[in-house]
């Protein structure tokens, strides 16, 4: 055989290297190095950090296998800098047992837990305010709300090495321990617990509306009472809630914001496309003295208030993502926050509005579905109906499972602490079904629980437009008597008297309509 030359071998000539050699990145991505600045000013905008000495200028005369090693290295170590200390006690507890959720998730959750059944009740305020009061409410009520959001989210881990996992840790941090339990736990356990009640009440009377319409005539002689149908409601309710934490909801969830879209969607086009009543008007309802006016309209705007929910779960959503120092958790937060309340404000005004036009002042006090069957049951498909029915059943099972999640959460933070270890499966589920039947105990002593959308809008309205505010300007601290700092205390201001003025008016309004606390006599 015949031999190569030596020349041959070493004949292609090796590539120069480049002179802005190429990192690699702890995340596997290679970032081409800038070009550095030389003037006075870009080496003091530069802050040094304790892996600085690790650059590219110091690493190109090394060879590439330990050039590797230490700019993962140096990743690692800006990891650590950033990493939040974290309590053990939390990776035993639902809301943070797992942390890999994403923008999808947030998504899901946010629209899960902000829109539902108490948007249906919309254009009962409409009929006491009219349609300019009532559509420029509702407008800086959802910016305001958003913007109140927005807040949360960044305070989710406004102080280096902490994050704020809970509504109530959060309140702490900014009031004090003792005044943030006081100021923040009322309205934060009455969003849950008592959204839970409340779903236990719609959801059963929906399914017995939806079993009326699908069986018709042929149902048998001694139906199912109305108690019945919450057991049943609140049986499968107990059933869904044995899944583990909250990012294993994320189907449910998913399911929650899809049928609560198509429901309202299909709530609203039913109701223009029917032949509106008779002796309709679209003046605000008129009462015999100013009083009773004044309180009305104090209570429409209170149930204005209480159609944006969810401001509770905003920072226990946000602790279900991992969140490091290139990949912090309020971007994709933030993302699927966006997303979410986009279409809320696609479903929100269009139930409010077309509702209103659609029945005017003679909507019913228990909203946009009630009218519908109670007008139009007869004019539209059996079929289309029950499948509104149907789907309102679905939205209400997943938004109990996410509302309930701060109560498992606050049952099993008292285990641990007590016994220093993490709840059994069997202590898991027994505390999900005691909570699942307390509301249900609840809602049948209390039938008229969710008929008080005005002055429970009124006592959790802080949550959502007053202690944000608060809690940006004592975490944040901006310059005194400066425009930030006037502007979140005065919107922090008037979202407690506008708490104080809605409650007063729904407590009128009850006192008025003759409410009487009794318990309920089933049928």
Known sequence: MEERPETELISIPATPRASTPEILTPSGQRSPRGLASTGPASKEAKSWTPTSFISPRFLSPIGTP???VLVNMKGYLEEVGHLTKLNPQDAWLPITESRNGNAHYAAFHNLNAGFGFQALVLPVAFSFLGWSWGIISLTIAYFWQLYTLWILVQLHEAVPGKRYNRYVELAQAAFGDRLGVWLALFPTVYLSAGTATALILIGGETMKLFFQIVCGPLCSSNPLTTVEWYLVFTSLCIVLSQLPNLNSIAGLSLVGAVTAIIYSTMAWILSVSQQRPPLISYQPISLPSPSATLSSFLNALGIIAFAFRGHNLVLEIQATMPSTFKHPAHVPMWKGAKFAYCFIAMCLFPVAIGGFWAYGNLMPSGGILNALYAFHSHDIPRGLLAMTFLLVVFNCLSSFQIYSMPAFDSFEAGYTSRTNRPCSIWVRSGFRVFFG????????????????????????????????????????????????????????WLGVAFSLAFSIGGIWSIVNSGLKLKFFKPN
Not at 459 to 488: D, G, R
């Open 437 to 492: 039947f307390v509301s249900f105990f609840i809602g049948v002593a209390l039938p008229f629980l969710s008929s008080l959308a005005g002055l429970l809008g009124g006592l959790t309205l802080p949550v959502t437009f007053a202690y944000p505010c608060f809690m940006w300007v004592l975490i944040k601290k901006p310059t005194k008597y400066s425009f930030n700092w006037y502007f979140h205390w005065t919107l922090g």
């Open 66 to 68: 330990m050039k590797r």
